[in-house]
C-alpha cells in the first residue's frame, strides 16, 4: 500500500536518467526487496524500467567487456561492471565482478559494500520462496499473500511448512484449509470437478468439520465410478522439509557473507554509516549480529539520519525499551520535521464527536477528514497502465524537467517517511496506554499521507477505546476504502548508490 503518489514521478525518473543517480540517500531505505511489505517471487526479474533504459544499459555492459579485454587489471573497470550487472539484477554476474575487482584491490571499500548489498538480495531471493523469514508466523503470512495474489499451489506449499514449523496452530490449519477450498472452486469454475474434489478433500483433511468443503463435494459432480480415496494423514512430505532446510542454509550463508562485507567496508571507510546501517538490516534477519549497536554506531557517524532512528526506535520496541524507543522516534520526528515536503494533501482534522448524529457526520465529510473524501480524488496508475507505459517512447526530458522531478520524488519520500514516524510512535504510544497521545499522532500521520490505511486503523481502535463508536468506524471504513482499491505501486530497482 505504500508509495503509490510517487509512482508515476519515479517512473520518468529511472527512464530517462542512470539509475545510479537516482535515490542515492534514500535508496536504501525505499528498496523495494527490503520492503517487509513487499512479496518478490524468485522468479521476478522486473526491473520497473523502460525498454530504452535496459537496452541502454545492456549497451554500456557490451562496451565494459571491450574496455577490460584491453586492460585486465584495472580493478575500476570490474567494479563499474558489476554495478552494471547489479543494476540489471544479473546477481551472481555483479558478484562475480566484485570479487575480481576486491582481488584487484583489496583496498576498495565500494566494492565490499556493493558486494554485500549482492549477497543480501540473494540471501533474500532464498528467504522469499517460502517468505520473508523461516518462522511459522512469517510463513503463515506470506502464504495469505499468496492466497490473495491466487498463487494457490505456492500458497499450500508455504502453508504446509508454517504448520510443519508450528503443527498445533488451528489458525495455519484453517488458512490452509481456505486455500484448498479456493483451488477447488477454481478447478470447478474450470469445469474440472474431480480435481476440485481432490482439493476439497484435502481440504477436509486439515479440518475434518469444514462445513463449506463438506457442502462442496457432497455436491460436485464426479463421473460414475469415481472414489475418492481419503488420505490418513495429511501429507506434510518430508522432500518437502528437507528442501526447506537447504534454503534456510543458504539463506543464512548469503547474510553471513553480507555482513563480512559490510564489516570490511566499515573498517575501510571508517567515517561512512552505511555499513553499520546495512549490517543492522542483514542483523534482523540474521541473529549473530547486535542491531542496537550497529544503528548505534550509523548514529554516532550520523546524527541527522532519521531512518537510523526509526531503526533502533523499532528495535527497543521489540525488545520492551518503551522509553528509549520513544525517545529515538522523537529524535526521527524531529529531524524528519526540518526535512523538505510537499504540500499536504488534505488538512485532517480531528474527527467529528460522537454527539453527532450519523446524518451530521455525513453531512460534514467535506469538513472533517475522516477518509470519505481524502480517498476519493486520489488516481493510480493501474497494473496494467504500467505494463503498457514501459514500452511506450517516452518524450525527452531537459536536465531542469529531470531536477524538478527528482526533487519531488524526494520531498515526497519525506511526507511517507514523516508519516511512518508519526505511525510508530503513536503504536507505541497505545501500548503506554496514552490513548489521546496516540490519536494525535496517528491524525499527523494521515495528514502527512491521506493513503495511510494503518494510521486510519489504530486511529479507528483509539476512538472505540473511548466510547467514540461513530468515528471509529468511519476511520476502519477509510482504511478498508484505500486497501480494497486494485492500486499498483509502480517501483524501480535502483540498488547502486553513493558510497
Not at 517471487?41 to 526491473?47: A, F, G, H, N, V
Not at 490473495?148 to 510443519?164: C, G, N
Not at 526509526?310 to 522516534?329: E, H, P, Q, T
Not at 493513503?451 to 476502519?476: P, T, W, Y
Request: aromatic share 10%; hydrophobic share 35%; glycine share 4%.
Amino acid at each position: 500500500m505504500r508509495y503509490r503518489r510517487i509512482a508515476i514521478s519515479l517512473f520518468l525518473l529511472a527512464a530517462n536518467i542512470a539509475p545510479a543517480n537516482a535515490w542515492t540517500t534514500l535508496r536504501d531505505e525505499f528498496d523495494p526487496e527490503l520492503d517487509p511489505y513487499y512479496v518478490m517471487k524468485p522468479q521476478d526479474d522486473s526491473l520497473g524500467w523502460s525498454k530504452q533504459e535496459i537496452e541502454k544499459q545492456n549497451a554500456k555492459l557490451a562496451k565494459m567487456a571491450d574496455a577490460i579485454a584491453a586492460d585486465p587489471k584495472n580493478s575500476k573497470l570490474f567494479l563499474k561492471r558489476a554495478n552494471y550487472n547489479f543494476e540489471l539484477k544479473k546477481l551472481e554476474a555483479a558478484k562475480s565482478d566484485y570479487d575480481k575487482a576486491i582481488e584487484l584491490d583489496s583496498t576498495l571499500a565500494t566494492a565490499y559494500y556493493h558486494r554485500g548489498k549482492v549477497c543480501e538480495y540473494l540471501g533474500l531471493q532464498k528467504s522469499t520462496l517460502y517468505g520473508m523469514d523461516f518462522s511459522a508466523k512469517s510463513l503463515n503470512i506470506y502464504g495469505v499473500k499468496l492466497d490473495e495474489q491466487e498463487d494457490w499451489p505456492t500458497a499450500i506449499k508455504v502453508l504446509r511448512l508454517a504448520i510443519i514449523r508450528d503443527p498445533k496452530n488451528g489458525v495455519y490449519r484453517r488458512n490452509l484449509c481456505r486455500v484448498h477450498d479456493r483451488y477447488g472452486d477454481y478447478f470447478l469454475n474450470l469445469k474440472q470437478p474431480t480435481k476440485a474434489a481432490e482439493e476439497y478433500r484435502l481440504a477436509l483433511d486439515v479440518d475434518r468439520n469444514h462445513q463449506q468443503a463438506k457442502y462442496r463435494l457432497k455436491h460436485v459432480n464426479l463421473p460414475k465410478n469415481f472414489k475418492l480415496v481419503p488420505v490418513a494423514d495429511y501429507p506434510l512430505s518430508s522432500a518437502l522439509l528437507e528442501d526447506y532446510k537447504s534454503q534456510v542454509s543458504a539463506m543464512q550463508g548469503f547474510y553471513a557473507a553480507a555482513l563480512y562485507n559490510y564489516m570490511k567496508a566499515a573498517e575501510l571507510a571508517p567515517q561512512n554509516s552505511k555499513p553499520h546501517f546495512r549490517r543492522a538490516k542483514v542483523g534482523e534477519k540474521n541473529s549473530s549480529v547486535d542491531i542496537a549497536d550497529e544503528y548505534s554506531k550509523a548514529i554516532q557517524l550520523d546524527k541527522n539520519n532519521a531512518v537510523y532512528f526509526m531503526g533502533r526506535a523499532k528495535v527497543f520496541n521489540a525488545i520492551g525499551n518503551l522509553d528509549a524507543a520513544s525517545r529515538d522516534y522523537s529524535a526521527a520526528i524531529d529531524l524528519i520535521s526540518k526535512l523538505p515536503k510537499p504540500p499536504k494533501q488534505t488538512l485532517v482534522e480531528n474527527p467529528p464527536s460522537q454527539a453527532d448524529s450519523k446524518a451530521e457526520v455525513a453531512g460534514k465529510r467535506d469538513d472533517f477528514s475522516d477518509g470519505a473524501d481524502e480517498t476519493k480524488t486520489m488516481q493510480y496508475m493501474t497494473k496494467e497502465e504500467f505494463e503498457a507505459s514501459k514500452n511506450e517512447a517516452l518524450p525527452e526530458l531537459t536536465a531542469e524537467e529531470l531536477e524538478k522531478i527528482e526533487r519531488n520524488a524526494e520531498l515526497e519520500l519525506n511526507l511517507i517517511r514523516e508519516s511512518d514516524a508519526f505511525y510508530e510512535r503513536g503504536v507505541l504510544l497505545m501500548k503506554q496506554q496514552k490513548w489521546q497521545e496516540a490519536k494525535a499522532d496517528f491524525t499527523n500521520a494521515i495528514a502527512a499521507r491521506v493513503d495511510n490505511d494503518d494510521a486510519f486503523e489504530k486511529r479507528s481502535q483509539v476512538l472505540s477505546h473511548s466510547g467514540n463508536r461513530i468515528d471509529a468506524e468511519a476511520d476502519m471504513q477509510s482504511a478498508l476504502r484505500i486497501r480494497a482499491g486494485d492500486k499498483f505501486s509502480a517501483s524501480t530497482w535502483s540498488p547502486i548508490e553513493k558510497f
